[in-house]
Nanobody, 123 residues
Framework: QVQLVESGGGLVQAGGSLRLSCAAS????????MGWFRQAPGKEREFVAA????????SYVDSVKGRFTMSTDNAKNTVFLQMNSLKPEDTAVYYC????????????????WGQGTQVTVSS
């Protein structure tokens, strides 16, 4: 069992930055790869980024490449999503998730999910 707790969401103006955190706890956390997803009102859940715990391998959806960076802190079992140059279309609830599939972009392959954190970008 793995527990995930996100934090760091909030309200920011377009062009601003936020850093999301996801603290992982439980058994064999390091055995899982981590991902970030988001869901905007009325839209389907969308893959945002994925990484292994070493941070050497990462994957991003095209719409955030060059603006978002996913990183890990193995000592603290925490993953981060640094979001720069935010746009109103980035507004969503952001979820952290854990999977046994390396760099998966499929939500159905993630076994554990956090409760989500709201990110709102005003224009």
């Amino acid at each position: 069992q793995v527990q995930l707790v996100e934090s760091g969401g909030g309200l920011v103006q377009a062009g601003g930055s936020l850093r999301l955190s996801c603290a992982a706890s439980g058994r064999a956390v390091s055995a899982y790869a981590m991902g970030w997803f988001r869901q905007a009102p009325g839209k389907e859940r969308e893959f945002v980024a994925a990484s292994n715990w070493s941070g050497r391998s990462t994957s991003y959806v095209d719409s955030v490449k060059g603006r978002f960076t996913m990183s890990t802190d193995n000592a603290k079992n925490t993953v981060f999503l640094q979001m720069n140059s935010l746009k109103p279309e980035d507004t969503a609830v952001y979820y952290c998730a854990a999977t046994v599939w390396a760099l998966s972009t499929r939500g159905d392959q993630y076994r554990y999910w956090g409760q989500g954190t709201q990110v709102t970008v005003s224009s």
